[in-house]
């Protein structure tokens, strides 16, 4: 019997961002051996963790209350 994998929901964006920053980012995924959507992904994943761990991003606490997520 196969394992099932846990399913993630993803959505999807459009960004806009100039010429240079996107010959970078293309040129870093070229080296990362990846395409260029997955590297901003993960970039996008990584800096989300970061503004969490920093208190930046808030969530409402059960009686609606903001707070920080630690």
Known sequence: MKARRKSVVTKRISVSIPDLTHEKLQKWADIEGTSLADLASYLLRRDVEIAEEQGKIKYPDE????KSQS
Request: net charge positive; no cysteine; aromatic share 0%.
């Open 63 to 66: 009686n609606g209350n903001k």
